[in-house]
């Protein structure tokens, strides 16, 4: 058998597998336990953190004929072909290609039809934002008071741009982007699982590229895996997306922290130097959100961890932003030129995205920023034993 991606390998089949989703999914799960079934749903949010997999699995659930609780049973003829894509009751719409009134209007009249097997038919129009305007208003009638077999799935990136008559119409799910700690729990079992031996350190990188993303962060996994010949490793997962490895931060922060100017701007430089073009996810990394809660005098964590510059430990970002906070006092805006601390912030995350690009008059601006901050007094020694 050919290999099949990690991303549909591990797409869950049932709603306790959905990732980062508990709110919703136990909406669903208590609407199918008591029939109060909607006859339309919107599913928003961003790429790649389950709607498409939330609505196949409710058309699932609907269809079992064998399900006696929530969960679709997974055995019957019904699910089997639900799982294979064949089942006929089940009918996906791409509305990127099919986003014309001729298209709504042949589903106007296909919804007259009965189910094949059971009790309904659905629906899931995925990108339903595509859909033209003439689309959508032919679209109304029938979403609003469609037959008693049929139930509409709507899923979309960007509800923005989907009218308000159609949002009335709807019951809405907001899909949220999953936190980084949920993800990378989720990442180390399914390694576990497939027995592909990994480093702990590599995992917050492919999760910081992945924005949020489950599917994103699978993708990614897969491409690190292979190109470490099998296995994950901090080093080569950073060289392959041209992140700046733990180590490196440490090495920045313990730097800036010890007041060495000249370390700080050579972490920065062999940054640069070693990072890949292009490469500008790192930025929202933990560090960043660490150093930036330390300079509005916050320690809110956000689920996100960063690395402790003593230890190279993981910790909170609450843990990190009352280190610094405590290291830097109340640290006002110092450096010069067009840079602020809350500008310089992002350096501690990913140097070398901070730094690439730059042209000479801001790389200047740039360098005498990090020397100002590495001057800021420090109140007590930051991060020993935190």
Known sequence: MSYQVLARKWRPQTFEAVVGQDAITRTLRNALVSGRIAHAYLFAGPRGIGKTTTARLLAKALLCSERSGPEPCGTCAVCVEAQAGTIVDIVEIDAASNRGIDEIRALRENVKYAPARGRYK???????HQLTAHAF?????????????VVFVLATTDPRDVPPTVLSRVQR????????????????????????????AALPVVVRSAEGSLRDALSLLDTAIAYG???????TVAQLLGATAPEAVRAFCAALIGHDTTAAL?????????AEA??????????????????????????????????GEPHTVGEMASALAAAFGDVKPVVTGEYRLGDVRHIVASPATAARGLGFRAQTRFADGIAEFARAPLREPALAGS
Do not use: M, W
């Open 173 to 200: 799910f907001d899909f949220r982007p999953i936190a980084p700690e949920t993800l990378i729990k989720s990442l180390e079992r399914i390694l576990q699982e497939e027995k592909i031996p990994f480093e702990a």
């Open 137 to 149: 208003d032919a679209l109304l009638k029938t979403l609003e008071e469609p037959p008693a077999h």
């Open 266 to 274: 050579e972490a920065v430089d062999r940054a640069v130097g070693s």
């Open 278 to 311: 292009g490469a500008s996810a790192e930025a929202t990394g933990g560090a960043e959100a660490g150093l930036s809660a330390a300079a509005t005098g916050g320690a809110e964590a956000g689920g996100l961890r960063c690395y402790n510059v003593a230890s």
């Open 229 to 235: 010949g099998g296995k994950l490793e901090a080093a």
């Open 122 to 128: 659905v629906y899931i129009v995925d990108e339903v």
